[in-house]
């Protein structure tokens, strides 16, 4: 197989070896190659790097810890399923809640207030090729109302997962989840915290909520470590399998406008007959921004490039979820003659524990016979 026309162009060729490693659409990796049973990836730094391959690892069982057998040589799944960087991209960017605010009222000065028309100066072009808005400290040309924007809160650590455009897991990131605002020239909202609606997602799903037209995106973050996410940070994280933070029981008073004033501790309405609304409602938003699950129904668009893109399906979901597992033993620790015959002198490291339940899981199956 020889390399693309593109790696032949503009890359730095190398001898092939046994042959380039193909990526998953079958394109040759010009700077891969297979070399007997190694496998090299020349660096553009010049360093050659030899790439762990699954299958040497398991003939020799060189693993560099229990949990990476399981994970690659156990479960099959896995490797039928998953992206490598499903489990193995260390952090995703993740930017939730995109506040747009357009703004056609005046400055203080009484100005109107103006922004830079990125369409209509781009198609501005002169014989040098730059544009109308290329000079440095040009605003080229300028069109009427002034764009503001900001976000909820940030987040890097543990993504959420979905389905990909290859019909794969991965990590997803917010694409660009917006709730805009428009001021009028008279200083008034036109429209205050306002929601789209995908009505295409919901036809897609076949689902009787009507999906917000906020968007969680499949990503490769480009962020791969060896050490790739434990089991627990998926299989009993709400927020992996799209159920939000911590299961989605924060940040959720978007639907109603946030007053700090004297408040009645018994029916929660604000005392002052005069009072200021310091958070405007966004009232669609009924789960937070992390959310893409809620009572069974994807609540916001993922990945809406891609047909096959979307969050995690239920049969998905039911398989992988395992949260609450630790209560099948230790909701027994009250029943002290049971627990007696099962507890041991001291507390069990993380390893004396695993091999515990491993021994148990091999009697039960014993048990079968």
């Not at 020349?42 to 399981?70: C, I, M, N, Q, R």
Request: aromatic share 8%.
């Amino acid at each position: 197989m020889s390399p693309l026309q593109e790696t032949a162009a503009f890359a730095t060729l190398y001898d092939k070896r046994d042959g380039y490693l193909k990526t998953a659409r079958g394109n040759p990796f010009g700077n891969v190659v297979k070399d007997g049973d190694k496998v090299i990836m020349h660096s553009a730094t010049g360093t050659d790097f030899e790439v762990p391959v699954l299958k040497t690892l398991s003939a020799t069982g060189t693993w560099k810890s229990p949990d990476a057998e399981v994970a690659m040589a156990k479960v099959g799944k896995h490797q039928e399923s998953l992206e490598c960087y499903a489990c193995h991209a260390s952090w995703v960017p993740q930017c939730y809640g995109c506040h747009v605010q357009v703004n056609y009222g005046k400055d203080k000065n009484g100005k109107p207030l103006q922004n830079t028309d990125w369409i209509a100066s781009g198609n501005k072009r002169y014989s040098d090729g730059s544009t109308a808005e290329s000079a440095v400290g040009s605003k080229g040309i300028m069109g009427p109302g002034k764009v503001f924007e900001k976000r909820s809160y940030l987040r890097w650590e543990e993504p959420v997962l979905g389905i990909n455009g290859e019909g794969r897991v991965t990590p997803l990131m917010p694409g660009c989840q917006i709730v805009y605002t428009v001021i009028g020239r008279d200083g008034e909202a036109v429209a205050l915290n306002q929601l789209a609606k995908s009505f295409d997602e919901q036809k897609e799903l076949g689902q009787s909520r009507t999906p917000d037209a906020i968007d969680m995106a499949p990503v490769q973050p480009h962020s791969a470590q060896r050490k790739a996410r434990t089991c627990e940070s998926c299989h009993n994280n709400p927020k992996a399998m799209g159920y939000g933070i911590s299961g989605g029981v924060f940040q959720l008073g978007y639907p109603r406008d946030i007053v700090e004033d004297l408040i009645d501790q018994k029916t929660g309405q604000v005392i002052p007959g005069r009072h200021k609304i310091q958070i405007p409602k966004i009232a669609d938003l009924d789960y937070d921004w992390s959310t893409i699950i809620k009572d069974d129904q994807q609540v916001q668009t993922v990945g809406t490039h891609w047909p096959l893109s979307r969050a995690l399906p239920k049969e998905m979901r039911d398989a992988m979820e395992r949260t609450g597992l630790c209560m099948g033993c230790h909701k027994e620790m009250s029943n002290a003659e049971l627990w007696a015959k099962v507890a041991t002198p001291g507390q069990l490291n993380d390893a004396q524990h695993i091999e515990l339940m491993n021994k148990m899981f091999k009697a039960y199956a014993d048990s079968k016979k």
